[in-house]
């Protein structure tokens, strides 16, 4: 069975091209993203890691440590990432995990546990290896974006869903369709409108189950 949201997630041992650690260990009190890839020195999944290099402020601001995970070892992904850099114009200062085991990519479910990696792999022996994992402090799994290999992947929705899931967090409220930071919240119908009017003050009821109200400023 897969990783479900608000499962904890396995605190796996990792080799990266900085070192060995647990996932426990390096998401600590952080929010992180892990965000895997079939394989090195491949197109999309260049661009890909590229857009997370150029993201490194953004993360920051928000507490989030970023980890790759491609099949291949350790050496290679050194090798990759000065492509990474070159072609985005910006340092891939965050570790790949060199799961050249599958052993990450199955305990995730990414891949079936009888999956192996054959002499003369091509990135479709691991193609299901492309998913987002943002987890939060607790090391639970908070979401999961699975893309297939010829679409690459958002990552300025990484970043909203990211905002969205701290936002929630931090204030008890849920985010509607194509929310943004500023935008109104959804307040959970579990608040009643008299503890809604003491939290929000004014607030919009467009039906007795959907009242939306803008975050009160600190």
Known sequence: MG??????????TVDTDQGSFSLHEFI?????????????????CTTEFGAVA????EWEKRGTKVLG????????????????????GAKAGFPIIADTDLAVAKAFD?????AYLPEGRTPNDTATVRVVFIIGPDKKLKLSMTYPMNVGRNFAEV???????QTAAANTVATPANWNVGDDVVIPATVSNEDAAAKFGDFKTHFPYLRTAPLPKN
Do not use: C, Y
């Not at 990783?3 to 796996?12: A, G, H, S």
């Not at 970043?159 to 899931?165: F, H, P, S, V």
């Open 69 to 88: 995970i491609s099949v291949d070892g350790v050496e290679d992904h050194k090798k990759w990432k000065g492509d990474i850099e070159t072609f985005s």
């Open 159 to 165: 970043l909203r869903a990211l905002d969205g899931l």
């Open 110 to 114: 990414m891949l079936p546990a009888e």
């Open 3 to 12: 990783l479900r949201i608000n499962d904890t997630i396995p605190d796996i």
């Open 54 to 57: 150029q993201l490194s402020d």
């Open 28 to 44: 600590g009190d952080s929010w992180a993203i892990l965000f895997s890839h079939p394989k090195d020195f491949t197109p999309v």
